[in-house]
């Protein structure tokens, strides 16, 4: 097929595929990590840069000057990453702007690196003794190293550490509570795309045989943004389509346009600037899941993958040790929170003991989130101490509280909207096995992937949505995706499991499923701390309640002594018989305690 091919789209198949690896990068970094930069192209310079001074002066093959490339591409995109990812909003694309621009004028003015002259004459690469001078010969290389790349990222993204970079748009609080160490998975999926980058840089390099700053500026970093976003920012075959879109596009209109318009001054920019305005406009998704979606329809594919077989059985992930049943888990000391001039949580005392579940109640703005909060690390104590099986958390990370063995759901449903049911929970048990972004890129992660997928479907068993496991997330009702954020903290093995409103948004009888559930991991040594404001649910669950108001501990008890303490009745109802509601599910005359969330 390829000898026959004209030279020409032998050429612009050439190019769609250098630019395909390097939109490839942005859609891991940009498009699913949601890490704007501006700056590829000067990845691709460094790559295009080290292999043709290392085969010119230095005499060297470029398989080496690939290695080496990839090195040194490797030490500047962690140093970049490690400065740049700390920005947050606007400041981050400018600063990948700024080194951009900056690494650009480098390879401009750099005597050894030819200057804005270049260098010519680079080596032409030769495999098993081929050379690959020729257009039609580099070609096959090129789209071998496409085809590699695009499957080993997507393997990436469909693993454990896939599951984490795909939480960094719009999941990082919640990864850091199963603890996830965002920053560095930030630094990782730069440095991947950088080397990404410098693969093409080293491609090109060889395919030119020459090399100039020109292509390395910030013009190109642009494009192959916009590439990466017409095309379909979070999908690995949108890398192909965004960069085969743009470069046919912007060629055809240079040919078309003068003809129609029988001019030769430079329309060519506005012309293609409206169209991609309208591709925007009307597939702010990209192209790729247009054509997906059109693909399904044609082979009459179910967008419902509630009927797909559970993944394997697999061998069972190691449980943590359990204390001992009546034993000390949780302690607050006077922990206390200030928010300026206001005091959230006002110098709270309680004990959890192993096995026990513990209701914190109060009424809205009582302070029980915020504690929820504390005793997760999200929030910093002001004073006091929080100790989890004697070891202090009050001065902890999210993440590192979470790698002691506490588990918690959130008063705001924090799941990944499209991803599926089962890959939000395997997400809880990321703790729970170790696998690298190499292994997982080569797929060679098989059997503990298999063994965190069988742990979360066995969770979603538990709970009752076993038969939701392929599902999207977001397709799911509330109570649904409660219970989802239920499945996902049990999936990591807490000691201690917190449970913020878990209730909420749930049937009658899915109140009474979650309840026997919850029994039964209390029988099995977990100990539970839950906010709730269905205090039905709430008396007949718990064995131990501490009631809020204001941010200061009203009172403590069984539930059946703090429902007649004096103190509970006028704070928390305003008076037993003027603010007295009643459960939906049960029959009239049953008083219930009313409260939200603080």
Partial sequence: MISGTPEFWITQLNYIGLAALVVLGLVLLTGVGGLMSFGQAAFVGIGAYTTAYLTTAMGWSPWVALVLGLILTSIVAYVLGAITLRLSGHYLPLGTIAWCLSLYYLFGNLEFLGQYDGIAGIEAIHVFGISLSEGR???????VAVLLSMWATRNLLNSRPGRAIRALKGGGGMAESFGINMASYKIIIFVYSALLACLSGWLYAHMQRAVSPSPFGLNYGIEYLFMAVVGGGSSVWGAIVGSGLILILKDQIQNVLPQIINTTANFELVVFGVLMVLVLQY???????????????????????RNQAAPP???????RPRPEKGSLVLELDAARKEFGGLVAVNDISFTLRAGEIMGLIGPNGAGKSTTFNLISGVLPTTSGTISFLGKRLDKLLPRDIAKLGVGRTFQHVQLLPTMTVIENVALGAHLRRHVGVAAAALHLERKDEAELLHEAAKQLQRVGLGEYLYEQAGNLALGQQ????????LAADPVLLLLDEPAAGLRYKEKQQLAQVLRQ????GMSILLVEHDMDFVMNLTDHLVVMDFGTKLAEGKPDEVQKNPKVLEAYLGGIDDDMEFDDDKQAGAPVVAGGAA
């Fill in 521 to 524: 991991l209390s029988d099995e």
């Fill in 283 to 305: 597939a702010r998704d990209g192209v790729w899941p247009i054509i997906a979606s059109a693909w399904k329809a044609i082979t009459g594919q179910k967008a419902s993958q």
């Fill in 482 to 489: 409660r219970i989802i954020e239920i499945a996902r903290a």
């Fill in 137 to 143: 010969h580099i070609y096959y290389l090129i789209w």
């Fill in 313 to 319: 059985v697999a061998e069972a992930l190691p449980l």
